[in-house]
């Protein structure tokens, strides 16, 4: 598998992982130190700001996500992901919808046993889903 197959293929393992509402298939394919800066949040470093984030989310609703690579390219040990997701989500209990959309720029670091670990995760919201002011 080629490095460009094996961040495609992890990527699709995180997807599958919360439309499935499977943390820990989430978490196995990010870096101990993943960095999230996702528009109008904190930022947070480490697996277990991860699990704290979507633990919650995922016990309360269910996701169907989607994901559109607009450029993916390696640099060394590095590669950058960008894209345009997209992701529907209905509360268990009371199936309220709701959803987002925007871009998301990941970065993926090549680990010593050859796979890859998301490292870093920014997205910003269109414009549609932005907060009110």
Same mark, same amino acid.
């Given at each position: 598998?080629?490095? *460009? +197959? ?5 990527? %699709?393992?995180?997807?599958? =992982? ?14 101990? @130190?993943?960095?999230?800066?996702? +528009?109008?949040?904190?930022?947070? *470093? ?12 995922? @016990?309360?609703?269910? !996701?169907?996500?989607? !994901? ?8 060394? #040990? ?6 345009? !997701?997209?992701? @529907?989500?209905?509360?268990? +209990? ?5 959803? =987002? +959309? ?10 010593? #046993? ?9 997205? %910003? %919201?269109? @414009?549609? %889903?932005?907060?009110?002011?």
């Amino acid at each position: 598998m080629s490095d *460009i +197959e094996k961040i495609k293929f992890a990527l %699709n393992e995180w997807l599958q =992982g919360l439309d499935a509402g499977d943390l820990d298939r989430m978490v196995v394919t990010c870096h101990p @130190e993943v960095i999230v800066c996702n +528009e109008y949040q904190p930022t947070t *470093i480490g697996i277990q700001a991860i699990r704290d984030k979507y633990g919650p989310r995922i @016990e309360q609703s269910i !996701f169907k996500s989607g !994901f559109e690579i607009q450029h993916l390219k390696v640099y060394g #040990d590095f590669a950058i992901l960008i894209g345009y !997701f997209t992701v @529907e989500i209905t509360h268990k +209990e009371t199936g309220q919808t709701g959803n =987002g +959309e925007g871009r998301l720029t990941l970065a993926y670091q090549r680990l010593s #046993d050859g796979s890859w670990k998301m490292l870093l995760d920014v997205d %910003n %919201n269109d @414009e549609t %889903n932005a907060p009110k002011a």
